[in-house]
């Protein structure tokens, strides 16, 4: 990471700078007695926009998290909490391991338990992001025409191209699973799960059915591209999909979902307009037909997942088949899909949805 470009965090309206450095050293975060203090670095300064609520007792605030983040909030032998509360002079309750519930903050300075929420907040969010990306909303784009068309890009590509550098079967998308992504989820409970279905309802209310007009959005998908700089070397191809009448309405429509759900901290704010594709070859999928692009980064303990790819020479590719026709579809419905599922058709699972009409 650039010194004049740190990770940035950002809770309560404000915005926190995360030290890269200790995060280069860091290998597991309960064992690691450094970790901690140089996580709250970048909390030195409380955000006073919290709900603190005055009691007999002094003052209190209360923190909603998923159980499976409890963990770094107690650290090892119960090290994080202790460090916690010795510093913010406060007590800190956390449900049992398993236990859904709140984390309670109790002190007898409103400044105290301010400070203590901010930090866990901090260490919250940073687990959080260490997580692997469990679900993600999506266009399903796999209708039967489209399907079809895009087994025969790939009879066409083989025959054609077969010869070229890292061209074969085993890099294409499976038909059945062919999406477009509006952004990456780490839901880590059934009331996550449901806080996104309710903001996706929220959305249909406030503007999709404005913009969409109580009707499904009639859309092609045609040509290709590719995602790096250098079309000798590739790693993801992808049809591009846009409005057949010429609008802009779905762009305008992923952009503020996924505004929306970046402001209520749901997706992780990286960048600010969605790309329209759908991946049709991914080198990933060489060793294993499951992988899912470059959202394999962490696994559950947070460690960093190298994933090793050979990629393919795509200049012919993209010369013969720059403007390919895969079909035209109707969008109808916006998904919650979870990521390693397959439901009966032989699509991601969805665990919600909105429809448009």
């Keep these: 990471m650039e010194v004049l470009r740190p990770q940035l965090i950002r809770i309560g309206g404000r915005i926190y700078r995360k ?9 597991h975060e309960e064992e690691d007695e450094d970790f901690y203090q140089g996580l709250m670095e970048c909390a030195d300064e409380p955000c006073d926009g919290y709900d603190v609520v005055q009691t007999q007792q002094g003052f209190q605030c209360t923190v909603k998290a998923p159980s499976l983040l409890y963990k770094h909030i107690v650290g090892k032998r119960g090290d994080t909490r202790k460090k916690l509360e010795a510093e913010t002079k406060t007590s800190i309750s956390i449900p049992k391991p398993g236990q859904e519930g709140e984390i309670v903050i109790t002190g007898q300075h409103r400044s105290g338990v301010i400070s203590a929420r901010t930090r866990i907040d901090v260490l919250l969010l940073t687990f959080r992001r260490k997580q692997p ?53 780490v839901l880590l409970s059934e009331q996550e799960i449901q806080q996104t279905c309710e903001m996706l309802k929220q959305c249909k209310e406030e503007f999709i059915d404005d913009i969409a007009g109580g009707k499904p959005l009639e859309v092609e998908m045609e040509g290709i591209e590719y995602m790096n700089d250098d079309p000798g070397m590739v790693d993801v191809l992808y049809a591009k999909v846009h409005m057949k009448d010429g609008s802009n309405r779905l762009q305008e429509l992923v952009d503020r979902v996924l505004e929306r759900f970046q402001a209520s901290g749901l997706i992780v704010k990286e960048w600010n307009s969605v790309k329209l594709h759908a991946t049709v070859m991914n080198t990933l999928f060489r060793k294993d037909p499951n992988a899912e692009g470059r959202y394999n980064l962490y696994t559950a303990d947070g460690k960093y997942i190298f994933k090793e790819r050979e990629s393919f020479d795509g200049r012919n590719i993209l010369k013969l088949f720059e403007n390919f026709y895969f079909g035209t ?29």
């Design 329 to 357: 579809l109707k969008l109808n419905s916006i998904h919650i899909s979870q990521r390693f599922t397959v439901d009966s058709f032989g699509n991601y699972a969805s665990c919600g949805q909105i429809d448009f009409s």
């Design 19 to 27: 030290n890269p450095i200790q995060e280069q050293t860091y290998q």
């Design 133 to 185: 990306f469990t679900h993600f909303l999506s266009f399903f784009l796999n209708e039967v025409e489209v399907q079809e068309r895009f087994l025969k890009f790939q009879e066409e590509v083989l025959e054609k191209c077969s010869m070229d550098h890292g061209v074969d079967s085993t890099i294409f998308q499976n038909p059945k699973k062919l999406h477009l992504t509006i952004g990456m989820l």
